[in-house]
T-cell receptor
């Protein structure tokens, strides 16, 4: 079993829909990261959080430390949101080294 | 302010050859991490360099080695290439502090081993 699990693996939505991507982890963490990867390969950090909730524009990330679970929400989705969304954790014993989930491929159709 | 840069962007090698990939961290960052991302999978940690020394290492064989220079730039070397080494190699930089820091990723080097 992977230390970081994401669901769903693939997600197709219509423009304007509310989207949720889930992440569960099985290790002690110091922080959880949500990242976005476009087809070219480059990765952009969206959020880093260790508790509660963060919001940036149409993106919202939440984390429940007790349940070892995080969600990434996208409100009013748009075709330009199409990308791979990856959850990663910094483990308590591993400093800034990241352990990644497998990613969720999101496609938003117009 | 340049972000993280990597070179080359693409590379084709044959089995048994050696390859060197390069990374320049974001200005002000002192820590460089390397990751390997196979097609359709999440990145896997290779190693991390700080103050010119390997600080942490993932489950990769000794064929994977690295170096960090005084200006904090870094190289990843892979010897005796195998077909399975074909992947996107990502470099990430950060500033080593007592707190968690956002990591900044480069665009990656796509390596194909034939």
């Amino acid at each position: 079993k992977n230390e970081v699990e994401q669901s769903p693996q693939n997600l197709t939505a219509q423009e304007g829909e509310f989207i949720t991507i889930n992440c569960s982890y099985s290790v002690g963490i110091s922080a959880l990261h949500w990242l976005q990867q476009h087809p070219g390969g480059g990765i952009v950090s969206l959020f880093m959080l260790s508790s509660g909730k963060k919001k940036h524009g149409r993106l919202i990330a939440t984390i429940n430390i007790q349940e070892k679970h995080s969600s990434l929400h996208i409100t009013a989705s748009h075709p330009r949101d199409s990308a791979v969304y990856i959850c990663a954790v910094s483990q308590e014993t591993s400093g800034s080294r990241l352990t990644f989930g497998e990613g969720t491929q999101l496609t938003v159709n117009p | 302010d340049a972000g993280v840069t990597q070179s080359p962007t693409h590379l084709i090698k044959t089995r048994g050859q050696q390859v060197t990939l390069r990374c320049s961290p974001k200005s002000g960052h002192d820590t460089v991490s390397w990751y390997q991302q196979a097609l359709g999978q999440g990145p896997q940690f290779i190693f991390q360099y700080y103050e010119e020394e390997e600080r942490q290492r993932g489950n990769f064989p000794d064929r994977f080695s690295g170096h960090q220079f005084p200006n904090y730039s870094s190289e990843l070397n892979v010897n005796a290439l195998l077909l399975g080494d074909s992947a996107l190699y990502l470099c990430a930089s950060s500033l080593l502090t007592g707190e968690q820091e956002t990591q900044y990723f480069g665009p990656g080097t796509r390596l194909l081993v034939l």
